[in-house]
């Protein structure tokens, strides 16, 4: 059974993006790239809503890559290597690799891929994580706060309508000043 986990980078006031939807802020150094890229190597399916599908979709072209440092690289592997589902009414076609699209967010299904997974999932996308916190299916979380205030945004987590109980598993600092905070469900 897999577990399903929501990774995040986040502001320290908690926002994925800022008010203009601009997320440079967010960039990791080589530090707290080479981490993700470890935690990212344990999952076997990502759950995307649309807009992040299209942001991470970069990773697909290896010429986005040529040139870059190994770590950069080595995420790029990490993706290829990993199946993934796009939420969407409006997609017409994914453009990646490994990649199927599915019109409705389904949580049964969900419940059923978490059931029968070899590996672990990670879900990706504020607002797609919101509907499966909501549902009860997200069983981590990984948030990296950057040390930064944006004042406003897309927020990182649901503000309204959802209680859920936490224990911290692990935390690390970067020499950045980034926080990483691993957190289950208890």
Known sequence: MGKL????????DGYIEDDRGKFDWAAPDEDVHAFVNDLERTIGTYLFG???YETMAFWENPTNVAGAP???REFA????ATDKVVYSKTL????TARTRLEREFDPEAVRTLKATADRDLGIGGAELAAQAIAAGLVDEYHLFL??????GGKSALPRTGVRVNLELVAQRRFRNGTVYLHHRVR
């Open 70 to 72: 190994a770590y950069v």
């Open 92 to 95: 017409r076609a994914v453009t």
């Open 77 to 80: 592997d990490v993706w290829h």
């Open 5 to 12: 986990i929501y990774s995040a980078i986040a502001s320290l």
């Open 146 to 151: 950057v040390p930064v205030l944006v004042g």
């Open 50 to 52: 649309r807009r992040m």
